[in-house]
Each structure stands twice: as C-alpha cells, then as structure tokens.
C-alpha cells in the first residue's frame, strides 16, 4: 500500500517529464520508462544510487532546469519521509555541485505546500 507522499511524488515526476517536453523540448523516455517499471520513489532511488549524475540531470542543468530534477523533488520536506538522509544528501550535493541555489528553491517553493500536504496531516 502506497502512502499519500508516494503517490504525489510519482504524479510530480510524472507532471515534471510533461513539462520538460512541453517547456524545452525534452523527452525523458528512459526514465518515464522506469517510473512506469518501478514507481517515482523507486526511480528517484535508483538515479540516485549512480555514482554520478543521470544524462538526464546533465540534460537538466544544461537547460538551466535542475528546479524540475528528481533531486530537487527529493529535497522537498513533504518527500523527506520517502528518503534516507543519504540520498537527500546525494540529491543536494549533486544541486550543490552544478551551482544550484537549493537554500532559494526551498524557500521558494515551501512558502506555497502543495494543498494535499496539509490535508494529509
């Protein structure tokens, strides 16, 4: 039984690959392929296992985009329950290293909660 998070985050991945196609173009068939195998967390767990960065966060950080990465997501603190402190590390060390503000993208996006969040609790 999947929680109400588990299901969010794989509607947000999911709603994040759409945008990528409809905002620059970007196709991410393998792991819209791998959300359909193994679910958003599991995905987002897999990506982030990889010693470096998927050719999709590349993708990403090249299209100045990294606000719409797995990372990113992971980072969020209604998802902080979904993942080990180390793959919330991974995430934000990997943002970190390609210059991305995750101290503003926090800030920014935790003022407005998606509205399941606090009907969740």
């Given at each position: 039984?999947?929680?109400?998070?588990e299901r969010?985050?794989?509607?947000?991945?999911?709603?994040?690959?759409?945008?990528?196609?409809?905002?620059?173009?970007?196709?991410?068939?393998?792991?819209?392929?791998?959300?359909?195998?193994?679910?958003?967390?599991?995905?987002?767990?897999?990506?982030?296992?990889?010693r470096d960065?998927?050719?999709?966060?590349?993708?990403?950080?090249?299209?100045?985009?990294?606000?719409?990465?797995?990372?990113?997501?992971?980072?969020?603190?209604?998802?902080?329950?979904?993942?080990?402190?180390?793959?919330?590390?991974?995430?934000?060390?990997?943002?970190?290293?390609?210059?991305?503000?995750?101290?503003?993208?926090?800030?920014?996006?935790?003022?407005?909660?998606?509205?399941?969040?606090?009907?969740?609790?």
């Amino acid at each position: 039984m999947s929680t109400v998070a588990e299901r969010q985050f794989y509607l947000d991945m999911v709603a994040g690959a759409q945008r990528l196609k409809r905002e620059i173009g970007y196709n991410p068939a393998r792991f819209t392929q791998m959300l359909g195998e193994i679910g958003g967390v599991g995905a987002a767990k897999h990506l982030l296992r990889g010693r470096d960065a998927s050719d999709g966060f590349t993708t990403l950080w090249n299209a100045r985009r990294l606000d719409v990465s797995v990372e990113a997501f992971v980072l969020l603190p209604w998802y902080e329950a979904l993942f080990t402190d180390v793959e919330r590390d991974t995430a934000r060390r990997r943002l970190e290293a390609h210059e991305f503000d995750v101290a503003r993208y926090l800030s920014d996006t935790v003022s407005s909660p998606p509205s399941w969040v606090s009907e969740s609790l």
